[in-house]
């Protein structure tokens, strides 16, 4: 079981483009999260999956869009990035309806210039 | 207010010794769970352990153990005998509400274990 896996590990930015990032778990959890680490912080939560079909915002939604393609996969998608948006991106899952576990992938560190 | 907070930015301990990271949080919600992570200068998030409102055990996972006091709001960590392997960022993480999907982090409390 490779757990949760991200795509790309690292990526760099213009102000203005755009990019999609991949996250994929083979743990069969319904459901599906995306956090923002930004340095010295914790996390804080951009977009969830409660289950296949659904999504909601979090914390931090504006400048991004999420699609959750099927179980397995939940994708973040920066339509137009800010440097504001340099940060380190994490992906989770976990099974159940109530959150008692919560596991990560790698992350991804972005860029934007 | 913070909901969850993290007051020791920095803590140094010798090895083998045990080690409590403090958390205390703010709700109202009497269904709440509390998380602890760590993150290794690697970067990856590292589930430790879970306590939920109405267990009345405190949770324990190998050498780590949750120190759930209710009344005080406090859900210290709690590393027995420690290791070189200890030495990263740890976070306290909220849930509040059954069936909610949404965790607030601390700020996190870096550990570094001394030989």
């Known amino acids: 079981n490779a757990g949760v896996t991200q795509t790309p590990k690292f990526q760099v930015l213009k102000t203005g483009q755009s990019m999609t990032l991949q996250c994929a778990q083979d743990?069969?959890?319904?459901?599906m999260y995306w956090y923002r680490q930004d340095p010295g912080m914790g996390l804080r939560l951009i977009y969830y999956s409660a289950s296949e079909g659904t999504t909601d915002k979090g914390e931090v939604p504006n400048g991004y869009n999420v699609s959750r393609l099927n179980k397995r996969e939940f994708s973040l998608r920066l339509e137009s990035a800010a440097p504001s948006q340099t940060s380190v991106y994490f992906c989770?899952?976990?099974?159940?309806?109530?959150?008692?576990?919560?596991?990560f992938g790698p992350g991804t560190r972005l860029t934007v210039l | 207010a913070q909901k969850i907070t993290q007051t020791q930015p920095g803590m140094f301990v010798q090895e083998k010794e045990a080690v409590t990271l403090d958390c205390t949080y703010d709700t109202s919600d009497p269904s709440y769970g509390l998380f602890w992570y760590k993150q290794p200068s690697s970067g990856e998030m590292i589930f430790l352990i879970y306590?939920?409102?109405?267990?009345?055990q405190n949770a324990t996972e190998g050498r780590y153990s949750l120190n759930f006091q209710k009344a005080r709001k406090s859900a210290n960590l709690v590393i027995s005998a420690s290791q070189l392997g200890d030495s990263a960022m740890y976070f306290c993480?909220?849930?509040?509400?059954?069936?909610?999907?949404?965790?607030?982090f601390g700020q996190g409390t870096r550990l570094t274990i001394n030989p």
């Open positions: 993480a909220m849930r509040e509400g059954q069936g909610a999907q949404k965790l607030v």
């Open positions: 989770a899952s976990s099974p159940g309806l109530t959150v008692t576990s919560q596991f």
């Open positions: 306590q939920g409102s109405y267990d009345q």
């Open positions: 743990m069969n959890h319904n459901s």
